[in-house]
């Protein structure tokens, strides 16, 4: 009988769990369990995955080892669980080393559901060829011209349009030679095509054995029930194995290195040079090195008054660079400092700024309290069960994973306490963080890195596989050419086959709970504090709202600036420097939002909020900052804001290409809802002539002058009406903290929320917005009901079924797309469909008009529209972390969703019927005009007639 050795069992206070490690002697297979008291059940698999090329194997494999396998043989058993399936997460990705396969539910019976249908998936699957032409690359012939496709081919595409990932590769490859991390893992679009299937199935025979997996699981759950489908399922049909596979390491830099690496540049101006300066450190699993090189970040870059930050942003020049402080991602650890925005020849006064201010660090250290800081946002990290994507102890066991798998101590991956008590000490001595700088300068493992912008960087990729086409196609013989279509036709029909998912389990909708789940009621307001007694760990929260809706549509954009800038400016007597030192001591979270919220009577609610959390002994702290910040703001810090504004603008533009499917979403509905109206003025499409008129405005000392009394005639504004006070904290914490909480009183009466449903009459988008790039991004709306109404629930099902039923075929499977589905928003009155990182423009817009009529057409089965229930449901069952269920329920209260109106819409989902969905498609969607946008790459190809819009013009 197969079994588990329990190693060694470990207790962590701050996470309320237990963390228990095993491991199978004979294949070495290890499990790590984390016992929780959480309703999520958590799963992980992972492998070291050292790819010694670009072309993209590690992951193709991922995405194919989802399509099929041994007890599970359907095309896409994936995407099909993710339709009979109530988890909260579910997803497979593929890192520089390794590869992951992780998956959440809340539902012990759904849980094991997935872990069967993932084992399975990982270790046996069915890597058919059909699905690797599908998935990974193929030729293609149309009308007798060679060409690429496939799904990680294009998604890749996408990827390389950001300039900080080919950055980011080209000092990986530069600063860690002969291993791995030398190589894109993800692919290179013009390396791809040098996979063969037979390569991809050797991959995983030499790379998926359970001799080199990590299992990690979290929950209430027994650890011998999954060991024993572990055990049974994977570990009995494959025997044996090989010794674990580690990243190779790097060797030491004899001397520092000097290297050139080209970026792509949006607009090509001479300002897009920037410089690098890299260190290799020790390995990134020793925690020590882990948390010096955090140590470093806080001390050097953390705020505004480190001393490298301020060295690089008050230069007169140039600007951060993005890609700057510890980078724990390799087996090694990576430290960087860089600066961006800079001319060919203010290139070595970069260098010698950011130098003189690593040697003034190295000599005169940091004050004591910066460091403390960074040591408490550790601590607070680990206490914190906010919620993202994902369940937050999946985070942390992906947190966890490449420690465990590199050799690490997995247990300091989870409880850091003994290593954060001995830096406590450490940091007590200030020769402590001299030393660690001045070790890093004197290391010879340096590269200096000079970023070259090249505006011709996307058409010299695509001359590049322009020529290997060619060359290709003049070799092709005939029996080749056959080949190709012969493989067209036969995926074709595999992707049309109708596909049997009765062998894969799932969840019916009578399994689910009849009720929505529970949120925090909101209590009575006391003295303007709302007051929530949550588990929260030992965090406090607090958020103070300030309703802004009378303010006019200028000042929207105004209103996001002012949220933008005001965490990087002065307060009270202090200078956007030393307010920085000053809040990093004080706080663990500080934020400004601006938002925008659409109630169910019609009307529109905006607010700007002040939130900040931290540990339960820092009540009083928190309670001044959020004072400082709302009664003593400071706007005359000139210099600052022209900094700012610039930054902000640089950003907006190099950022393009990889937001495009955010732009042409907001576009698309922006006609059509006013929520996503105010949201596209405040940081659409819209918003840039706005920010191409802020950035001549900071060119002079006098529009400058005019952007800070704008600013500071906006916070009297905000703050003149009464404040909505939001305290959450365990047993009296919320209490403590109200009383902690001192604002300036009103000067005026609340707003009222008058901005009505309607929005500007406007035509239907019908935009092509343009920046340049190798994929695009394709979105249409359709204006659609609230969710008290009707026909809500009808389309939420609607889009589920069109997402999974029709559009995942004709975008993804036969049209490449990386993504592409349909979504039904209540909150903004919107019913819209997409496609992200798509080779396809026309034909994606004439798939989507014929999704409708497909819908109106085809007499679904009982168990897809159970399915398309299904995926509703798992939305609104998803769990929340105990803030973020007391954020839920403010949203929904300010949003007038009563339990009623909740109660009403999961009814209408869970008994949803085929005749409901069809009429409400038919009066929402079927014969109504839609609005149109799509980000477009290039401009030669079919646009489908959507109207040209260069966005770069827009904003210079």
């Known amino acids: 009988m197969i079994q588990f050795n329990h190693l060694r069992s470990h207790t962590i206070p701050t996470m309320q769990a237990t963390v228990d490690e095993y491991v199978e002697p004979a294949s070495g297979a290890v499990h790590i369990h984390v016992a929780t008291t959480q309703p999520d059940l958590a799963f992980l698999v992972g492998f070291p995955t050292v790819p ?21 043989p359907v095309r896409d058993p994936f995407f099909s669980m993710l339709r009979r399936s109530t988890a909260t997460f579910m997803n497979a990705m593929t890192y520089a080393d390794r590869t992951v396969y992780p998956f959440a539910s809340t ?23 059909l699905n690797f032409l599908q998935e990974g690359w193929r030729h293609t012939l149309e009308e007798g011209k060679l060409g690429y496709q496939g799904v990680v081919f294009n998604e890749m595409k996408g990827a390389f349009a950001d300039p900080m990932r080919a950055l980011y590769n080209g000092i990986g490859a530069a600063m860690l030679p002969d291993t791995t991390y030398e190589v894109i893992s993800g692919g290179d679009p013009l390396d791809i095509p040098a996979l063969t299937h037979q390569m991809l199935k050797d991959f995983h025979a030499s790379h998926y054995h359970p001799s080199q997996a990590v299992f990690m699981t979290a929950g209430p759950i027994d650890p011998r029930d999954i060991q024993r489908h572990i055990a049974d399922k994977v570990l009995a049909r494959l025997p044996g194995g090989t010794p674990r596979r580690v990243p190779q390491l790097a060797k030491p830099f004899v001397a520092p290195r000097d290297h050139a690496i080209r970026i792509p540049s949006q607009s090509g101006k001479p300002d897009e040079y920037g410089f690098q300066l890299t260190w290799l450190m020790g390995e990134s699993a020793d925690a020590f090195v882990h948390y010096h090189a955090n140590l470093l970040s806080a ?29 724990p991602s390799a087996r090694q650890m990576l430290f960087h400092v860089g600066m961006e925005g800079l001319t060919e020849d203010q290139l070595p006064a970069a260098r010698t700024r950011m130098w003189d201010a690593l040697e003034y660090a190295a000599q005169h250290g940091v004050p004591h309290d910066m460091l403390a800081a960074a040591l408490r946002d550790i601590r607070y990290s680990q206490r914190d069960t906010a919620s993202g994507r994902m369940p937050n102890v ?14 690490g101590d997995v247990m300091t991956a989870f409880d850091s306490d003994s290593v954060l008590a001995q830096l406590e000490q450490d940091i007590a001595d200030p020769a402590f963080f001299k030393g660690l700088v001045k070790d890093m300068l004197a290391s010879p493992s340096r590269l200096e890195v000079t970023v070259v912008p090249d505006p011709a960087y996307f058409s010299g990729r695509a001359a590049q596989e322009e020529a290997a086409l060619a060359a290709r196609e003049a070799a092709l013989t005939e029996k080749e050419r056959t080949r190709i279509l012969d493989d067209a036709a036969a995926l074709d029909a595999h992707q049309r086959r109708v596909v049997d998912n009765s062998v894969l389990p799932r969840i019916l909708p009578s399994d689910v709970g009849k009720e929505p789940r529970r949120l925090p009621d909101i209590p009575a307001a006391v003295d303007g504090a709302y007051r929530f007694d949550i588990a929260s760990n ?7 709202h300030y309703d802004v809706s009378d303010m006019p549509a200028e000042d929207w954009p105004w209103l996001q600036l002012y949220t933008d800038l005001r965490r990087d400016l002065g307060v009270a007597g202090m200078n956007y420097e030393q307010a920085g030192a000053w809040r990093q001591r004080m706080a663990a979270t500080f934020g400004v939002n601006f938002d925008a919220i659409m109630r169910e009577n019609g009307s529109m609610l905006l607010d700007v909020s002040f939130a900040a959390s931290g540990l339960r002994e820092e009540h009083q702290n928190l309670g001044d900052v959020l004072a400082a910040h709302i009664a003593s703001p400071r706007f005359d810090e000139h210099e600052r804001i022209a900094f700012l504004v610039e930054r902000m603008v640089r950003n907006r533009i190099n950022g393009l290409a990889q937001s495009g499917n955010r732009y042409a979403a907001l576009t698309a509905a922006a006609p059509l809802s006013a929520l996503r109206h105010i949201e596209d003025v405040a940081s659409g499409t819209s918003v840039l002539p706005f920010m191409a008129q802020l950035q001549r405005m900071a060119h002079t000392p006098e529009g400058v002058a005019a952007i800070a009394l704008r600013l500071s005639a906006l916070h009297d504004r905000i703050v003149a009406g009464p404040a909505s006070v939001l305290c959450a904290g365990a047993g009296d914490d919320a209490n403590a903290l109200a009383a902690a909480i001192r604002l300036p009183a009103a000067t005026a009466q609340a707003a009222a929320p008058s901005i009505p449903t309607a929005v500007p009459a406007q035509p239907p988008a019908n935009a092509a917005l343009f920046a340049p790039g190798q994929v695009n991004h394709c979105s249409i709306a359709w204006p659609a009901p609230r969710q008290a109404h009707a026909d809500a629930a009808p389309l939420a099902v609607a889009a589920e079924l069109l997402t999974h039923q029709v559009l995942h075929q004709a975008l993804r499977e036969q ?31 004439a798939d989507f008009h014929a999704a409708i009529d497909k819908v109106l057409a085809t007499d679904f089965t009982q168990e897809q529209i159970e399915e398309a229930i299904i995926c509703v449901v798992r939305g609104l069952d998803r769990p929340d972390s105990p803030y973020d269920a007391v954020l839920a329920a403010w949203t929904l209260h300010r949003r007038g969703i009563t339990m009623d109106v909740r109660r009403n819409f999961r009814h209408g989902v869970l008994h949803c019927t085929q005749d409901a969905i069809k009429a409400a498609v038919r009066t929402w969607l079927k014969d109504v005009r839609p609005s149109r946008a799509a980000f477009v790459g290039n401009t030669e190809q079919d646009l489908a007639g959507l109207d040209v819009v260069d966005m770069l013009a827009l904003v210079s």
Do not use: Q
């Open 52 to 72: 010694d090329t670009s072309d993209g194997r590690a992951h193709i494999l991922e995405h194919l080892a989802l399509c099929g396998s041994g007890r599970y």
């Open 107 to 129: 539902d012990r019976t759904d849980f094991f559901n997935l872990l069967d249908v993932y084992l399975d998936a990982a270790f046996f699957p069915n890597l058919d060829y």
């Open 299 to 327: 001390g050097l870059l953390g705020d505004a008054s480190a001393p490298l930050k301020k060295a690089m942003e008050s230069a007169g020049f140039g600007r951060p660079s993005r890609l700057n402080g510890h980078d």
């Open 394 to 407: 999946l985070g942390r066991m992906l947190h966890a994973l490449p420690v465990a798998m590199r050799g």
């Open 538 to 544: 030992g965090i406090s929260y607090a958020r103070v």
């Open 815 to 845: 049209g490449g797309a990386y993504g592409g589905s349909a979504g039904y928003a209540g909150n903004a009155g919107v019913f819209s469909m997409m496609s992200y990182r798509d080779p396809r423009l026309a034909g994606t817009y």
